[in-house]
C-alpha cells in the first residue's frame, strides 16, 4: 500500500531530516515549505535521486485558505494521506515576557499551534475509519521547551509548545479508537538553524554544558524518533510525548 506522508516545515532542518528519512523507509513524501521554494526542491530532490517519490508542496501552516488547498494538491498528486509530521513552526528574537508584543504573540500561536491543528484536522478527515479512511499516524514537533519554559529567551515559544503537548493528549484520546495514532516528540538542544533565526546562532554551543550527555543533538537523531512513531513497529503507541533532549 502507498504510504503518503505530509511533512510541515520540510525544508530544512528536522523538518527535512524526517522526510528523507521517511522516504528510504518507503513513505511518498509532501514535503510543506512556507516561501523557501529551493530548499524544498533539493529536499525533493535528493528523495528522487535515492530512487524515492516525494513533491514540494506551497502553504503557510497559519493560513487555513492555503492549507486546504496543499491538502488538496496531495489528494490529487498523491492519494490519500496516511501520516503527518507537523514540524513547521518559528522562534523569535529572544526576549522577556515584558517585551514582547502581540503582534509577536500571534504569530507565535497563529503558526506554532493553530497551524499545527489545522494540519491535524485535515488529516483526520483522511485518515480516521470515522470519515472512511484506513488510519494513520500523526507524530506532532513540541519541544523541552514546553518542560523548562525558556526563561529570559522565548517564554511565548514554550508557551506554545506547552499546548501542543496538551492537544497530543487530547486528540490521541479522541481518535484512538478510529485507526489514528497522535504522538509528539520533544527535542531538546538541537543544531538546527532555527537558533540563528532567534538572533542566537551560537546557542547549541552556549549551552551544551546544560545537557547531560554535554552535546547538542542533530536533526536526524530526531527524525529517528519521529519516523519510529509514524511505522507499524510503535503500533500500540499513542498519547506519548518522546524527549530527544539528551538527558536535559
Same mark, same amino acid.
Given at each position: ?10 525544508? #530544512? ?19 510543506? %515549505? ?10 525533493? +530532490?535528493?528523495? #528522487? ?22 491538502? $488538496?494538491? @496531495? ?20 526576549? +522577556?515576557?515584558?517585551? /514582547?508584543?502581540?503582534? #509577536? =504573540? &500571534?504569530? /507565535? ?16 478527515? +483522511? /485518515?480516521?475509519?470515522? %470519515?472512511?479512511?484506513?488510519?494513520? *499516524? ?11 519554559? *525558556?526563561?529570559?529567551? %522565548?517564554?511565548? %515559544?514554550? *508557551?506554545? &509548545?506547552?499546548? @501542543?503537548?496538551?492537544?497530543? =493528549?487530547?486528540?490521541?484520546? $479522541?481518535?484512538?479508537? $478510529? ?23 551560537? +546557542?547549541? &554551543?552556549?549551552?551544551?554544558? =546544560? ?9 536526524? $537523531?530526531?527524525?529517528?524518533? @519521529? ?22
Amino acid at each position: 500500500m502507498n504510504k503518503v506522508l505530509l511533512v510541515t516545515g520540510g525544508s #530544512r532542518g528536522i523538518g527535512a531530516a524526517t522526510a528523507l528519512l521517511a522516504a528510504q523507509q518507503g513513505w511518498t513524501v509532501a514535503v510543506n %515549505y512556507t516561501a523557501n521554494s529551493l530548499a524544498a526542491d533539493e529536499v525533493v +530532490r535528493q528523495i #528522487r535521486s535515492a530512487g524515492g517519490n516525494a513533491i514540494a508542496v506551497q502553504a503557510d501552516v497559519a493560513d487555513e485558505a492555503q492549507v486546504l488547498r496543499m491538502y $488538496e494538491h @496531495i489528494d490529487a498528486k498523491l492519494g490519500r494521506l496516511s501520516g503527518l509530521v507537523n514540524n513547521a513552526g518559528v522562534v523569535d528574537v529572544y526576549a +522577556r515576557v515584558a517585551e /514582547m508584543s502581540v503582534a #509577536r =504573540l &500571534k504569530r /507565535m500561536f497563529d503558526i506554532n499551534v493553530i497551524g499545527s491543528l489545522i494540519c491535524a484536522r485535515e488529516a483526520v478527515r +483522511r /485518515m480516521s475509519t470515522r %470519515y472512511g479512511g484506513a488510519g494513520g *499516524s500523526i507524530v506532532n514537533v513540541s519541544s523541552a521547551a514546553a518542560r523548562l519554559g *525558556s526563561p529570559g529567551q %522565548y517564554v511565548d %515559544y514554550a *508557551s506554545a &509548545k506547552g499546548a @501542543i503537548d496538551a492537544f497530543t =493528549l487530547g486528540l490521541a484520546k $479522541e481518535v484512538a479508537a $478510529e485507526g489514528v495514532r497522535v504522538n509528539a516528540v520533544r527535542p531538546g538542544l538541537i543544531d538546527t538553524e532555527i537558533h540563528a533565526s532567534g538572533g542566537l546562532p551560537d +546557542r547549541v &554551543k552556549d549551552l551544551q554544558h =546544560l545537557v547531560p550527555m554535554q552535546r547538542g543533538g542533530t536533526a536526524d $537523531e530526531v527524525a529517528q524518533s @519521529i519516523v519510529w512513531l509514524l511505522s507499524d513497529a510503535a503500533s500500540y503507541t499513542t498519547m506519548s510525548l518522546i524527549d530527544v533532549s539528551g538527558g536535559r
